[in-house]
């Protein structure tokens, strides 16, 4: 059964603390996104990640960081220095990069929220 | 489940009626816009795609027209059904040289039965 999956549905972060968002997908897909979504806007950017061992800021990278060490995996980390990380978290795929526009699919999200 | 459509537009239709959503785009050099159907609580679910060589394509049940005059995107539902309830948000690739995309804020449609 092929997707994208993301653990856990609900994660629950203390003042200071640094959490780590999973991100898994068995589609083959090389380009990976993190996105964060709040009440009532739209899908805002955090980072993207075009093969393994390599990935780019996006529009609101301040207080996130990521890995790809894997194809499969796309692990996001909320820092200590997001000041604002209630949010919903979406983490995406798309078979690439390329420059012609790919379709991009999306795992069930991670909801944070800050205690 | 919790709701990711607090304050956004909202359309509400009668179950069998036809739905059009619609959206206005930002980019005139934009090649490529999809259109997205989320539920509350859980992640966008893709329902059709676009690219800017086109003005219409159809899926089951559903239609997009592209107007590139006018920078509009439209998503046409048949026959509209109490599951297609939910939030819908288009989706552009602003054909920057790679393929990450802009997304609108959405529209939430309500179907009654």
């Known amino acids: 059964d092929g997707g994208i999956t993301q653990s856990p549905k609900y994660l629950f972060r203390k003042e200071g603390q640094n959490v780590t968002l999973s991100c898994e997908q068995n589609l083959n897909h090389d380009a990976m996104y993190w996105y964060r979504q709040d009440p009532g806007q739209g899908l805002r950017l955090i980072y993207y990640s075009q093969i393994v061992n390599d990935f780019q800021k996006g529009d609101i990278a301040e207080g996130y960081s990521v890995s790809r060490e894997k194809k499969e995996s796309f692990p996001l980390t909320v820092t200590s220095a997001q000041k604002n990380p209630t949010a919903f978290y979406l983490c995406?795929?798309?078979?690439?990069?390329?420059?012609?526009?790919?379709?991009?699919?999306f795992g069930p999200g991670t909801r944070l929220l800050v205690l | 489940g919790e709701s990711v459509g607090l304050h956004l537009p909202t359309l509400s239709v009668q179950e069998g009626d036809n739905s059009i959503i619609n959206c206005a785009y930002s980019n005139s050099a934009s090649d490529y816009f999809i259109w997205y159907k989320q539920e509350s609580g859980k992640g966008p679910q893709f329902i059709i795609d676009?690219?800017?060589?086109?003005d219409k394509r159809q899926g089951q049940r559903v239609t997009v027209l592209l107007n590139k005059t006018v920078k509009h995107l439209s998503l046409q539902i048949a026959a509209t059904q109490p599951g297609d309830s939910a939030v819908y948000f288009c989706?552009?690739?602003?054909?920057?040289?790679?393929?990450?995309?802009?997304f609108g804020k959405g529209t939430m449609l309500l179907v009654s039965p």
């Open positions: 995406a795929s798309s078979i690439d990069l390329g420059g012609y526009g790919e379709t991009q699919y």
């Open positions: 676009i690219r800017s060589n086109m």
């Open positions: 989706a552009e690739n602003m054909n920057s040289g790679y393929s990450t995309l802009t």
